[in-house]
Every structure is written in C-alpha cells, then in structure tokens.
Nanobody
Framework: QVQLVESGGGLVQAGGSLRLSCAASGYSFSSYSLGWFRQAPGKKREFVAGIPWSGDNTYYANSVKGRFTISRDNAKNTVNLEMNSLKPEDTAVYYC??????????????????????WGQGTQVTVSS
C-alpha cells in the first residue's frame, strides 16, 4: 500500500521560513516524479513545485519562484520543500504528490501538468501578517 506522509507544517510570521518533508513508502519511489500542491480555503488545489525522478530539473509556480526550493532524496524516499520569505498568501494546506510530470504540456500560468497517482494527507501552513 502506497503512503505519503507530510510533516513540518505550522504557524510562522510573514518573512519566516518552514521546511516541509514527505516520506514515502510502499512503492518504487525513484520511478515517480514528486510534487507539492496547496489548497487555500475556497480555492482550487494548485501546483507549487515539482521534481522528476532524475532530480535534474525543478519546476515552480511563479508565485513561489525564488522563495521555495524542492529537493528529493531517493535513498531516503523523501521529498522536501524549503519555504523562505513566506507571505500570508502562502497560507494553505500543502499536499505531497507522486506521479508523472509532463513539462512539455503547460497550464496557462506556465506550470507543468502533473498526472498524480498518490496524494499525502496534507499539512497546514499558516503565515501571519
């Protein structure tokens, strides 16, 4: 059974930092692209960052580019999201995802499509002003 378990969410002041981690089990971790999505109250779930199985490229939403960094460790079956210079508008539930990134196909905002096979349960990030 595939499991993705996020950790590291919490409450932080604007300008602060948080590090989210996602631990995976139950499948061949290295064969999947990994990503982070987020969903704020009343809004659709949106792509935040993604990294293919090779780890040789990373993709970000324009709203987080330059502030967030995604990384993966295939030996430890983990994917992390380092979030710096946090803003109140970053407040959301953050979800880890495993699937296939398709950088050749883009949304209207320029982010790559990702076909998600597995989701984590989500972790709350709250940024106070």
């Amino acid at each position: 059974q595939v499991q993705l378990v996020e950790s590291g969410g919490g409450l932080v002041q604007a300008g602060g930092s948080l590090r989210l981690s996602c631990a995976a089990s139950g499948y061949s971790f290295s064969s999947y692209s990994l990503g982070w999505f987020r969903q704020a109250p009343g809004k659709k779930r949106e792509f935040v960052a993604g990294i293919p199985w090779s780890g040789d490229n990373t993709y970000y939403a324009n709203s987080v580019k330059g502030r967030f960094t995604i990384s993966r460790d295939n030996a430890k079956n983990t994917v992390n999201l380092e979030m710096n210079s946090l803003k109140p508008e970053d407040t959301a539930v953050y979800y880890c995802a495993a699937g296939i990134l398709d950088p050749k196909n883009r949304r209207s905002d320029g982010t790559p499509l990702m076909d998600v096979d597995y989701w984590g349960q989500g972790t709350q990030v709250t940024v106070s002003s």
